[in-house]
């Protein structure tokens, strides 16, 4: 079971930028996610990478805006986050799911999570 760390959250101007790092440990092959909940809403899908790097997805929200990455050397997934929204405010969540031979991003059916971290953007 993969366990992940995310860091890189806080309170950021309108049209600010920030870096979530989400640090791994324990997995072999897998691929991350990150999703967000905003207060008084469900969970939602941000972005997500798959083990190679090669493939990603992102909603249409962030499209433009952030750009997912990994670095296996490091066990470490990155959300880079640019021209920030106060609708971009929630916890973000790091994920991750083991995958076997497949290459694709997915953007459901994570079985590990970290623990979240907040980001605030303020108006």
């Known amino acids: 079971q993969v366990q992940l760390v995310e860091s890189g959250g806080g309170l950021v101007q309108a049209g600010g930028s920030l870096r979530l790092s989400c640090a791994a440990s324990g997995g072999t092959r897998y691929a991350m996610g990150w999703f967000r909940q905003a207060p008084g809403k469900a969970r939602e899908f941000v972005a997500s990478i798959s083990w190679s790097g090669f493939n990603s997805n992102i909603v249409d929200s962030v499209k433009g805006r952030f750009t997912i990455s990994r670095d296996n050397a490091k066990n470490t997934g990155y959300l880079q986050m640019n021209s920030l929204k106060p609708e971009d405010t929630a916890v973000y969540y790091c994920?991750?799911?083991?995958?076997?031979?497949?290459?694709?991003?997915?953007?459901?059916?994570?079985?590990?999570w970290g623990q979240g971290t907040q980001v605030t953007v303020s108006s």
């Open positions: 994920a991750a799911r083991s995958v076997a031979w497949s290459d694709a991003p997915y953007s459901d059916g994570y079985n590990a």
